[in-house]
């Protein structure tokens, strides 16, 4: 029997919300907005897909073969030595990118499930950590609280141990709703990074770890009534309320 490689694939990411609370770094929420991905053979040029970016929200986003979510296509397949297919991409886009909302994540997650799928009727699918450790090393920055919630969905806490990274997902109580607020502009990650500080005070560290504790308890207890003050944060928040820069109205909603 021949094995036939699909025609087409879809793949939906969602958003998500890293550096949730106190968890910089570490604890990123998937959230039920999505993006969506078709890729389908088409043509005859591997190196020049066709990308069709669908929804204003899309604006701005490459259709050239430098686009991420073909890049994170093409990384698999090349790792597994898969002949890249000549190919068709279309983007539904509903989440807004560079605020915030881990839209990259979308792109670079949705290209390596995608190229996963394409390659499972050849038995060469590999496992979702081998997916995540590809994410983190395609999104800007090696963090991985954004593309590890965006693959395995719901509360992800991750972490890097002797340089392999754990994404441990656990339970989120579907009793609660997440509201965000983000900016009509888009807010630079990167620069706001540089203006975090190489040391903390004990204090801050000690203010931080306390409130991890406490939100996952209070999560996993129902405990509601503390996540207010288990959310809160001293190790990045406080910057981007003062640094106009980043987001000059979230003085109000911190
Ligand atoms: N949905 C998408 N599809 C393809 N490429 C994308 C998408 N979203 C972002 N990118 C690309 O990812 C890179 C980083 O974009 P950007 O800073 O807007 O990231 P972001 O993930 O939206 O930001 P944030 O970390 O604030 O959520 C840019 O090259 C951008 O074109
Ligand atoms: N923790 C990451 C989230 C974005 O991937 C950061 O602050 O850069």
Redesign the pocket.
Request: glycine content about 18%; some cysteine.
């Given at each position: 029997m021949a094995l036939v490689l699909p025609v087409m694939v879809t793949v939906l990411t969602p958003?998500?919300s890293?550096n949730l609370g106190p968890g910089f770094d570490s604890l990123g929420l998937a959230l039920q907005l999505y993006?969506r991905?078709e890729v389908e053979e088409w043509g005859s040029d591997p190196d020049h897909p066709k990308i069709e970016?669908i929804g204003a929200l899309?604006e701005?986003?490459?259709t050239g073969p430098?686009?991420?979510?073909?890049q994170s296509f093409m990384l698999l397949l090349k790792r597994l030595q898969v002949p890249i297919p000549s190919v068709r991409i279309r983007?539904t886009?509903n989440?807004?990118?560079?605020?915030?909302?881990?839209?990259?994540?979308?792109?670079?997650v949705?290209g390596l499930m995608a190229a996963n799928e394409w390659v499972r009727a050849l038995g060469l699918a590999v496992p979702k950590e081998e997916l995540l450790e590809m994410a983190v090393e395609a999104?800007?920055?090696n963090h991985p609280d954004?593309v590890a919630p965006a693959l395995l969905g719901g509360l992800v806490a991750t972490t890097h141990v002797d340089g392999k990274i754990h994404a441990i997902k656990t339970k989120f109580p579907n009793s609660l709703r997440a509201v965000i607020f983000t900016p009509s502009f888009?807010?630079?990650?990167?620069a706001g990074r540089k203006l975090l500080p190489a040391n903390y005070p004990k204090a801050d560290v000690t203010f931080n770890t306390g409130r991890v504790a406490l939100l996952l308890t209070a999560l996993q207890t129902g405990r509601y009534e503390l996540i207010g003050e288990a959310m809160q944060d001293r190790l990045h928040q406080p910057i981007v309320r003062h640094s106009s820069l980043l987001c000059p109205i979230s003085s109000m909603l911190l």
């Open positions: 958003a998500t890293a993006n991905f970016v899309g701005g986003l490459s430098d686009n991420m979510f073909f983007m886009i989440i807004p990118h560079g605020c915030g909302l881990g839209s990259s994540a979308t792109a670079v949705g999104e800007a920055g954004n888009p807010m630079d990650t990167v």
